[in-house]
């Protein structure tokens, strides 16, 4: 009995160990930085001097802020590739869990811009959107059409991160749907068939409602990820765009931490900016329990 108590107090304290390693790092990288942004928010720190408080003077000025809220609509706009890239990802799915062959080959091209790093891919596009000879004006010319210089244009400069973004992501949410749909039972498909289902009905009404939870997840997660793009926008237009049109909330947050060193007022905007990702991440939530959806 001692002895199995001493192996079990043994393996309590490696199992405090593991435990202790990823609360540290959120402790340490997470919600210490957390707790300091939310006191730093009511200050006019610079980053380096004293940290005066200033009350709700931040918060004030972020809502009267007309590049806050061009940097807030940049942000959004840029968010339509989202419906984009999953309805491509679940075709391209579909596609291959047909049993194709090359299917694995298929899954490899498609996954490396996922693993890539995104400032060497920013920096390929950013070539390839070149007015002068950038490999999309130099296609667009062998079909007779003169390309724009595309990051130099506020018509054009959105619409070409929104499809380097798609591109980017296809492969993840391609591979996230083709797993949901390996998994869906083939005796729904024979049981609708034999009721006279046709393909399209099929489709909606097992194949969608199968793969739901991980539509969900892709649509959340890529919310959150699209409210913080930066990376993108750094590198392929570093001074936010034509007229400020590509810069996103999170760009025009740094800019005024490290290029303004005014940290009060980006950790007040940063404070916003999360709070409108929980309040979408929430209704996200809530409108999935609404429209939950059991097979049995």
């Not at 160990?17 to 707790?35: Q, T």
């Not at 840029?78 to 062959?101: D, S």
């Not at 913080?228 to 590198?235: A, H, K, L, R």
């Amino acid at each position: 009995m001692k002895a199995t108590s001493k192996l079990y107090r043994t393996e309590e304290r490696y199992a405090y160990l593991f435990i202790a390693a990823p609360f540290l790092g959120f402790l340490i990288f997470a919600l210490v930085p957390l707790v300091y942004a939310i006191y730093g928010s009511f200050t006019d720190w610079n980053g380096l001097g004293q940290m005066n408080f200033i009350g709700l003077e931040n918060f004030k000025n972020v809502f009267q802020d007309e590049y806050f809220y061009k940097a807030m609509y940049n942000t959004l706009f840029m968010m339509l590739g989202i419906p984009i890239g999953i309805v491509l990802a679940l075709l391209l799915a579909m596609g291959l869990n047909r049993g194709i062959p090359g299917t694995s080959t298929f899954r490899v091209i498609y996954y490396i811009p996922v693993i890539s790093s995104i400032a060497a891919i920013s920096i390929l596009w950013q070539w390839a959107y070149n007015g002068d000879y950038g490999l999309v004006n130099q296609f667009l010319a062998l079909i007779g059409i003169e390309g724009p210089n595309w990051l130099q244009n506020t018509s054009t400069v959105k619409p070409a991160l929104i499809i380097m973004a798609v591109w980017k992501g296809l492969g993840y949410t391609m591979l996230l749907y083709l797993a949901a749909l390996q998994s869906v039972p083939k005796s729904y498909y024979e049981a609708a068939k034999l009721d006279g289902a046709n393909a399209l009905q099929a489709f909606w009404h097992i194949t969608l409602p199968m793969v739901k939870p991980v539509t969900f997840f892709i649509i959340v997660t890529n919310i959150i990820g699209g409210a913080q793009i930066f990376t993108e926008i750094n590198v392929m237009t570093p001074t936010g765009g034509p007229e400020y049109s590509s810069a996103s909330v999170v760009f025009y947050i740094w800019q005024k931490a490290f290029g303004n060193f005014q940290l009060g007022y980006a950790s007040a905007m940063a404070l916003v900016l999360g709070l409108f990702i929980f309040i979408i991440t929430l209704i996200q939530f809530k409108i999935n329990e609404k429209n939950s959806f059991d097979m049995d």
